[in-house]
């Protein structure tokens, strides 16, 4: 298979070899980023061509972590879009307990989780919405500002995972008076994060996600309903995948440069955790849970995979 789409705008539709109807597309500020990565780097080859690379003779097998029931449409093609097997992997769902140590200080401030866990502890089941962006996505201090205003102008429960820019300091980035005003209702936390754990926790009503692949399965897994903020990659048409399956709400941006205000923060949130609309996005994604989040089938499609292995070594 060629990859012909190389310019921006190439990647703002959806690809001629989908033979359904689909209006998956990055928006510009993604199909940029995108588009770059076909470009050749200073080694000569562009970061795709190394990718395409699976293509030839000595790779006999594409595996996905994912399984036919999560993307009905488009896992039957890979196989004839690769002209080789594409066998899930399943999931690879997480457990309900993880045995992490809470109390354990972190090494840079001295804090221990386990302070954030008593804080959830304290809160009512299902209000508090669970905030955290990764590690990889290129977050800016405007990013930071306008989602901590749009989180207070919400008026809900949070529990913010914030992995500061490179180079910048927390308390310089959220806006002056921010902590003091939620103090009673939010908590920013600026350390590591057991992220299963607080997922796992009777409080956490939803969570705000950049949609990559293994948080949005990790939601899967306990059937939140999410509110979407993605950056790179493939994470713009993973949220426009669950949006389209009624499980969340998209943050609105400027589709050219991605840009977004702390109003479509609040707004987002809102929907999902204050409105009406919010308890049906909910029961959707308790839904999703029922297909996505079985456990014994997800573990069978890795059986079956090892057994592929095992059949065809």
């Not at 045995?99 to 090494?107: C, E, S, Y």
């Not at 221990?112 to 959830?120: E, I, T, V």
């Not at 029961?283 to 065809?312: M, N, P, S, T, V």
């Amino acid at each position: 298979m060629a990859h012909p789409r190389t310019t921006t705008e190439d990647y703002m539709v959806a690809p001629p070899w989908i033979p359904f109807p689909s209006t998956l597309a990055y928006r510009r500020h993604e199909a940029e980023w995108i588009a770059a990565a076909f470009r050749p780097n200073a080694s000569g080859v562009s970061d795709t061509d190394r990718l395409w690379e699976i293509e030839r003779p000595c790779c006999r097998l594409i595996v996905y972590r994912s399984c036919p029931e999560a993307e009905p449409r488009l896992f039957p093609l890979l196989s004839k879009l690769f002209a080789k097997p594409a066998v899930p992997a399943g999931l690879l769902l997480p457990t309900d307990i993880v045995d992490d140590d809470d109390n354990a200080a972190n090494t840079s401030s001295g804090q221990s989780f386990a302070s954030a866990m008593q804080w959830l502890d304290k809160q009512p089941d299902r209000s508090v919405i669970y905030v955290a962006l990764g590690s990889e996505a290129p977050i800016t201090a405007d990013h930071v500002r306008e989602l901590a205003l749009g989180l207070e102008l919400a008026g809900v429960r949070f529990l913010w995972a914030l992995r500061p820019p490179r180079q910048s300091q927390t308390g310089t980035l959220l806006p002056s008076g921010f902590a003091s005003r939620v103090a009673a209702r939010g908590l920013v936390w600026t350390e590591w994060v057991p992220q299963v754990r607080v997922l796992a926790h009777g409080a956490v009503g939803a969570f705000l996600t950049h949609c990559g692949w293994g948080s949005t399965v990790e939601s899967f897994r306990f059937g939140h309903p999410l509110v979407m903020l993605p950056f790179v990659a493939d994470q713009g048409l993973i949220a426009q995948a669950m949006a389209a399956r009624g499980i969340g709400v998209e943050v609105a941006r400027n589709y050219d440069d991605g840009s977004f205000h702390r109003d479509a923060v609040m707004v987002a949130v809102r929907r999902v955790m204050v409105e009406e609309e919010g308890k049906v996005i909910a029961r959707k994604a308790k839904e999703l849970h029922g297909i996505l989040g079985d456990r014994a089938r997800q573990e069978q499609y890795l059986d079956e995979f090892i057994g592929y292995l095992q059949r065809h070594r």
